[in-house]
């Protein structure tokens, strides 16, 4: 008889492995696959230098200049993790966060009128900043007591707001707020890319200015934390929480057919062999008849050998170019990182510009950006698809990721990953089930 | 005395003895059967490379959990030396091992099983993919485990120290089961581990993520 798993997971990419690694710490017994040589997938760091220049078919090596390759390690999609967002929770709940270290993003920036002005993460610098007049200030500063204040199971804290009807728009008018502190607090705090969320209830904005807050009191500076090598660390150390717990691991494996029965999967074929399986999950990649486009991302990964300008010298950073600034409708994001944090050879810096992709002429879209980059010393330029299910695979028991949006953190990939668990399980998700549940250390601690 | 934390990983074929060997190491016993709890029968039987779905029947059965990380501090001259020891957590099986496996390793020790001679040929792939991951100045260990087996040998103990001088590996034929070598293969790595970082990472460290004072505390090992 074939092999039975209860999960066969497809493809390593982040929500893949975590998934992978609830399910394992669960009890169900996964064989895990990735067609590619790799773990990552869409999220993996590229290493050495010299995969990079191949992967974008770049002519040649990548010149002396760059350094030894293998110091590289260079993300494909740009995000970092909010210090107190779903995804550090998963981290400690699972103890994925022993295998990597981290460091804090240096500072967040806001693009305004041709110029960029630190996001303040004090309030000494809110004061200092000339992001707002001072009347604006004050009114601002009584905006922020009151999200900090809001909680969603206290009515009290509500002051006469009802937050699952009265929309943003009106909270805003309620203190006053002019349209520049609109501006900031739209896009450089809740990190909406859009102004659509203005006539939504205002309940999810003031909870993401929380989670802004909240992350930024963690350790100061920013809300954003990176982890050294690059994010590729994040789907291996779940895998690995996933090979702790059973989970059996192939790459370079390629993936022949996904047998369905009577509408409902029942296994894997690769390289002539079935593994049967009674639930899937898989990226998009997998499925390409299962998922539909319902936009493009552009994505330029670009080296420097210097930091931004303007930012203080950082060696890591955010700018958010709001959407007003450039006359568009979404939002252009520049996520930096250096030589600090194990991903590119000495004194080199990656800034990694992303948007939703508008118009016919995507790199046009994004020339604001380049111009705070120059002088650029490469460009590494994808635009990929943004797939999604087109079920939620009640039926065929296939459950696909979303995948990787615009976004600039991994808060919509956790929500991603919930929802997949709650779909596969019949049950809410709960961090609690990401504990591990038993010990597999050994020696002193 | 100073304290060193210096990460150890372990490399070979599924079933030579790894976990058996730092078993030996830090609790100082020895289990044919090891522990159930710490899935060593997963490593009772040998699986070939180009294994198939259905051979993997043999593996791991739900519910048990794999020894990942086993620990031990030992005094070396004016150091205390605290091993940090990974397992593969059974990745190596399908040579599935992650490049997170070898970051930032002072020592890697490869075990092969002296009585199977397929498992010295594939030390080389090993030793390959340890130089493509692993940090540059990584120290090798090369184990000839189960040397207690002498008379269903396989693997001559000259060839083996003739291959590990070539790579300026340490070189010892150990026993878990008898306890050989074993004390004698960590102390050696202790000698061989310079003194002073000498490859201090360029961007300096980072830091491990902690829960906020205010959460409930959690019994953490």
Redesign the interface.
């Known amino acids: 008889m074939?092999?039975e798993y209860?999960v066969i997971v497809l493809g390593t990419g982040l929500t893949e492995c975590i998934l992978s690694g609830i399910m394992s710490v669960n009890?169900?017994?996964v064989?895990h696959m990735d067609q590619n040589p790799y773990?990552g997938g869409e999220s993996a760091s590229i290493?050495p230098l010299e995969d990079l220049y191949k992967r974008f078919k770049l002519p040649g090596q990548p010149p002396a200049s760059m350094g030894r390759g293998r110091?590289w390690n260079v993300d494909l999609i740009p995000k970092f993790l909010m210090a107190n967002g779903q995804l550090?929770k998963m981290?400690?709940y699972t103890?994925v966060?022993?295998?990597?270290?981290?460091?804090v993003i240096e500072g967040s920036f806001v693009y305004k009128g041709g110029k960029i002005y630190k996001v303040p993460s004090t309030e000494a610098e809110a004061l200092a900043s000339s992001l707002m007049g001072l009347f604006e200030k004050r009114r601002f500063r009584k905006f922020l007591v009151y999200v900090a204040n809001f909680d969603e199971k206290d009515p009290r804290t509500f002051e006469g707001v009802d937050p699952k009807k009265t929309s943003m728009r009106e909270l805003y008018k309620k203190f006053d707020l002019g349209q520049d502190v609109i501006d900031f607090t739209g896009h450089s705090l809740a990190l909406y890319r859009t102004d659509d969320y203005l006539d939504q209830p205002c309940c999810d904005t003031i909870n993401r200015i929380k989670l802004y807050s909240e992350s930024l009191a963690?350790y100061g500076k920013s809300p954003y934390?990176y982890?050294?090598?690059g994010l590729?660390?994040l789907p291996?150390?779940f895998?690995?929480l996933s090979?702790?717990?059973?989970g059996?691991?192939?790459?370079n494996k390629p993936i022949e057919e996904i047998i369905v029965q009577n509408g409902k999967v029942v296994g894997v074929k690769?390289e002539g062999?079935?593994?049967r399986c009674k639930q899937l999950i898989c990226d998009p990649s997998y499925v390409k008849d299962r998922v539909e486009k319902v936009g493009q991302v552009i994505r330029v990964i670009c080296i420097l050998s210097h930091p931004i300008k303007n930012t203080n010298d950082a060696?890591s950073c955010q700018i958010i170019i709001p959407q007003n600034q450039v006359n568009r409708k979404s939002d252009i994001y520049v996520c930096m990182i250096?030589?600090?944090?194990?991903v590119a050879a000495?004194g080199k810096y990656i800034a990694i510009v992303s948007t939703t992709v508008e118009t016919k002429e995507p790199e046009k879209e994004i020339r604001p950006a380049l111009e705070l980059l120059e002088p650029i010393e490469q460009k590494f330029v994808s635009i990929s698809d943004l797939f999604v299910p087109k079920d939620l695979g009640t039926e065929s028991q296939i459950f696909i990721s979303r995948a990787y949006d615009a976004t600039t953190h991994f808060e919509t990939t956790c929500d991603d990953i919930k929802d997949i668990y709650k779909r596969m399980t019949g049950s809410e998700f709960d961090f609690e089930e990401m504990k591990r549940?038993?010990?597999?250390?050994?020696?002193?601690? | 005395m100073a304290l060193r934390e210096l990460k150890v990983c372990l490399l070979g074929d599924t079933g030579v003895g790894k976990s058996s060997i730092v078993w030996r190491f830090v609790e100082d016993s020895f289990d044919p059967n090891i522990n159930p709890t710490i899935g060593t029968k997963l490593f009772v039987k040998i699986l070939p490379l180009s294994a198939t779905f259905n051979s993997l029947s043999c593996s791991f059965s739900t519910g048990q959990v794999r020894a990942s990380f086993m620990t031990k501090t030992v005094q070396y001259q004016n150091e205390l030396h605290k091993f940090l020891i990974w397992d593969t957590a059974g990745q190596e099986r399908f040579r599935a091992l992650a490049p997170m496996y070898y970051r930032g390793s002072a020592a890697a020790i490869i075990v092969y099983d002296i009585t199977k001679e397929e498992t010295f040929s594939t030390l080389k792939n090993w030793v390959r993919e340890l130089r493509q991951h692993g940090p540059p100045s990584i120290v090798v260990a090369i184990a000839g485990n189960k040397c207690d087996l002498t008379d269903v040998r396989e693997v001559m103990e000259r060839d083996a120290k003739d291959y590990a001088d070539s790579i300026h590996a340490i070189f010892v034929e150990t026993s878990a089961k008898n306890a050989i070598n074993i004390n004698e293969l960590f102390i050696e790595i202790s000698r061989r581990i310079p003194s002073t970082d000498a490859n201090p990472p360029s961007g300096g460290k980072g830091f491990k993520l902690r829960r906020q004072p205010s959460e409930p505390k959690r019994s953490c090992c």
């Open positions: 074939n092999e209860d009890g169900k017994k064989l773990y290493t110091d550090v981290l400690l103890e966060t022993r295998y990597m270290d981290f460091k963690r934390l982890p050294l090598y590729g660390e291996q150390g895998a690995r090979a702790i717990y059973g059996t691991y192939m790459l690769s062999e079935i593994a060696n250096s030589f600090a944090h194990n000495q549940k038993k010990n597999d250390i050994y020696g002193e601690d």
